[in-house]
């Protein structure tokens, strides 16, 4: 019974009208958010199908089971970021992201990597960072190669960029052409082993002032 009552509470899970233990579903690939312990923090789902308007990537969440009536439980999942530690394991440098499949990628070439849901839900992993730091006080942000032209973007990158400063960390931009690839994903699967020579570090500053021009 205290396990049945905890799972009305999961994000995705909720329930039904009939009293039983119901969850959402929905046709894609599911994709686990692990945090800094190895725990399962939320699920987003790549989804097969969208209409027009629709976001490819949704979080499971049952919050509409709160204002249902003839339902309970329910729970939104929020936002939350992940964290997959290096795969190479050889001094890596701390990376942060845009999504699961960007952060696997970074992991894949060693670095440990921390991504966020989307680049306004950066406060989320603020505690993961600082937990997984070990130490380390450079924090490389690996935003999408369009980030010099987005307004948007830029507004939560600078925000970002100023919040791991008064936090005592040094942000550090990875930057390279957009035509090589959005993400950094793209951006391997595009130039193979030679990914690294085209990209370069740049200070927030020093971002910032080419950002202006």
Request: charged residues 25%.
């Amino acid at each position: 019974a205290k396990i049945r009552k905890q799972l009305a509470y999961v994000p995705g899970f909720f329930v039904n009208e009939k009293g039983d233990i119901d969850f959402v579903s929905y046709s894609g690939i599911g994709l686990l958010a692990v945090d800094e312990e190895g725990r399962v923090v939320g699920v987003q789902v790549r989804r097969d199908r969208i209409r027009t308007g629709e976001s490819r990537y949704i979080w499971m969440s049952s919050a509409f089971a709160e204002i249902k009536p003839g339902y309970s439980g329910g729970a939104s999942s929020g936002s939350p970021g992940g964290f997959i530690p290096s795969r190479k394991g050889a001094r890596p440098q701390l990376c942060v992201t845009e999504g699961r499949f960007k952060a696997e990628k970074i992991a894949d070439k060693g670095n440990d990597a921390i991504y966020v849901s989307g680049v306004s839900t950066w406060k989320s992993v603020m505690p993961m960072l600082r937990k997984v730091a070990h130490g380390r006080r450079a924090v490389y942000i690996m935003f999408d190669a369009d980030a010099m032209g987005n307004v948007a973007v830029h507004r939560q990158l600078t925000m970002f960029a100023q919040a791991l400063e008064k936090t005592g960390f040094i942000p550090r931009l990875l930057l390279w052409p957009k035509e090589y690839g959005k993400g950094f994903d793209d951006l391997v699967i595009n130039t193979g082993e030679q990914y690294a020579s085209h990209m370069k570090v740049e200070s927030f500053e020093g971002f910032e002032s080419e950002y202006q021009k």
